[in-house]
């Protein structure tokens, strides 16, 4: 088995964008278990780290646009 490209990573992760935040933090929290435990493969960890710094970047996204949305609630009732 040949390791990954970017582009197979890529194209893995590419359901990550439909997830809420929930769903994401929930599998984030899934891929570190499994990443902690170290019974995987070299290969599968690889693949298993990608997800999860994917995953962190889609709840990093959820977590930004609510606080833009709170930012600016906040300065709607300043106003």
């Known amino acids: ?3 990954e490209t970017p582009a197979n ?3 893995q992760n590419a359901d990550i964008a439909s997830l809420s935040y929930e769903q ?3 599998q984030l929290v899934a891929v570190v278990n499994q990443l902690e435990a170290g019974s995987s493969s070299l290969e599968d960890s690889l693949a298993l780290w ?7 970047r889609k ?8 606080k833009a949305r709170l ?4 300065a709607t009732t300043e106003s």
């Open 50 to 56: 990608e997800r999860g710094e994917a995953l962190a």
């Open 59 to 66: 709840c990093e996204e959820w977590l930004e646009g609510a």
């Open 1 to 3: 088995m040949s390791p």
């Open 24 to 26: 994401a933090r929930e």
């Open 9 to 11: 990573a890529t194209a």
């Open 71 to 74: 930012d600016a609630a906040r």
